[in-house]
């Protein structure tokens, strides 16, 4: 019984190791555009994965979005890399976007009302960094609630819920393997409430929108793998993702309504071409 309890603990420990890789993953390709030395490394080290047809639609819509990046970096020309440059920039920095309402990797940009950055929802994701100690350090000078900084803490709080539980195998008091247990659940509800409160609500929505704008398969891969991560997480923490999406949906289609009506008032209805 007790061999079967410190596999189950050791494959818990490996299954969190691997969300808070790819949380840390994604947090480096939403952060900056990449180079050349990256794609070596993503072609290498990321594998291909199966469109199994017993699969459901988000792990196969995960797949494919991943397996996209993979082709796109492993088929790559003279151009690639530069082509992914200037379709960082559009998506994410906002170069050249023509949009009406702002596509913006910030949780302030979809929490909070008026499309702006740095709202409660940013002051939210700093007392939560806070609360562990920790503060933002950065050369861009970006607000804390970006799409990476948070990524970064989700995996932070998943590697120390790992190291807590694999504190629980060590041998030694039962006293010490209950407190390992109990700073192990501490960071399991860390996550499943910054993961509610600051990533399922805006991040899939935000997905949809950058997704329109992307023009490089690369990108265009990760935003639908991102989009399915998040829905994946969602079933893992046992987190509602449309009622988490409901408020940020309604701001959102209000501030279309309200770009619509702007646009009208500046330039008149919008009249259809036959």
Avoid at 31 to 36: A, L, M, R, V
Avoid at 177 to 189: G, I, N, S
Avoid at 255 to 271: I, M, N, S, V
Wanted: proline share 3%; hydrophobic share 45%.
């Amino acid at each position: 019984m007790a061999q079967k309890t410190m596999a189950e603990t050791a494959l818990q420990v490996q299954e969190l190791r691997v969300r808070a890789g790819y949380y840390q993953l994604l947090a480096r390709l939403f952060y900056q555009e990449i180079d050349e030395a990256f794609a070596a490394q993503f072609v290498e080290a990321q594998p291909v994965l199966a469109l199994d047809e017993c699969a459901d639609g988000i792990e196969r819509s995960f797949a494919r979005g991943s397996n996209r990046m993979r082709k796109f970096l492993q088929r790559r020309t003279a151009d690639s890399i530069t082509e992914t440059r200037c379709d960082y920039a559009r998506v994410f920095l906002g170069a050249g976007s023509v949009t009406k309402v702002p596509v913006s990797p910030f949780e302030s940009v979809y929490a909070d009302e008026g499309r702006l950055i740095m709202q409660a929802s940013r002051d939210g994701a700093c007392a939560a960094y806070a609360a562990d100690g920790l503060a933002v350090s950065d050369g861009f000078n970006m607000p804390e609630d970006h799409i990476s900084f948070e990524f970064q803490y989700m995996a932070l709080l998943l590697n120390r819920c790992a190291d807590a539980l694999g504190g629980t195998q060590d041998e030694g008091p039962v006293a010490a393997a209950d407190a390992a247990r109990a700073q192990a659940a501490t960071y399991r509800e860390k996550a499943q409430a910054f993961f509610a409160a600051h990533l399922a609500p805006w991040v899939p929505l935000f997905c949809e929108e950058a997704a329109d704008l992307a023009q490089t398969p690369f990108y265009q891969g990760l935003l639908e793998a991102t989009a399915a991560w998040m829905a994946l997480e969602c079933t893992q923490m046992a987190v509602d993702g449309a009622a988490a999406q409901k408020g940020v949906r309604a701001l959102a289609a209000d501030a279309r309504a309200k770009a619509a009506t702007q646009q009208e008032t500046l330039h008149g209805p919008r009249r259809e071409v036959a």
